[in-house]
């Protein structure tokens, strides 16, 4: 993975979820931030060569973001260990990512996880992007707590082999939690003048 604070997003093939996931929050991150964050997306059990599912293309097109020519990419061990922080779209996959590496733990979240935490850690400030998100990782495991709901509440639902209403579903969860993580570093961390 490139240089700059390094998130991986993990999904099942790559096809669906994880790719719309990091398509979204590379687009929003790199908004406030150029060239500070690089976010890429693998999966445990990919189809080589297979692109983006034809309806995320649609969901991602509909944001202004082009997954065209994407092409899923294999989990290994040393994606992993470069990340800073590890996204997954289930807690299944937190549990293969973690029985991969179990250094990963106190890194990896679901990605609805890690959006219910972030209200509640408190941003440094006067950090540059790296150094708070550095620091927001290192904080984070601190205020893992089961949801407020069903346990599922913090996946991501897989819409393979579904009707198209669940990917509606899933892009409005994913949506959810990408403008969770925005507010965290566009809002919370913008200089008073600018809020």
């Excluded at 020519?69 to 997954?88: H, K, P, R, Y």
């Excluded at 293969?96 to 509640?120: D, H, N």
């Amino acid at each position: 993975m490139p240089a700059g604070f390094r998130i991986l997003v993990v999904g099942l093939g790559n096809s669906c979820r994880s790719p719309l996931a990091a398509g979204m929050l590379q687009h929003e991150l790199d908004t406030e931030a150029p060239g500070e964050f690089t976010v890429c997306s693998a999966g445990t059990q990919i189809t080589p060569g297979q692109p983006a599912a034809v309806e995320v293309l649609r969901l991602a097109s509909r944001r202004g973001i082009r997954l065209h020519g994407f092409v899923v990419n294999q989990l290994d061990e040393a994606m992993i260990s470069e990340a800073d922080l590890i996204l997954v779209m289930d807690r299944a996959l937190r549990r293969e990512v973690v029985k991969v590496s179990p250094r990963a733990l106190r890194t990896t979240f679901t990605l609805r996880e890690f959006a219910r935490i972030l209200p509640t850690v408190r941003p440094e400030q006067l950090a540059t992007p790296t150094g708070r998100w550095q620091s927001l990782v290192a904080l984070a495991p601190r205020y893992r707590t089961p949801p407020p709901g069903d346990a599922s509440d913090d996946d991501v639902i897989d819409p393979r082999n579904r009707p198209a209403r669940a990917y509606e579903r899933m892009n409005t969860q994913i949506v959810s939690a990408i403008d969770v993580i925005r507010e965290w570093e566009v809002h919370r961390c913008a200089p008073e003048s600018r809020i």
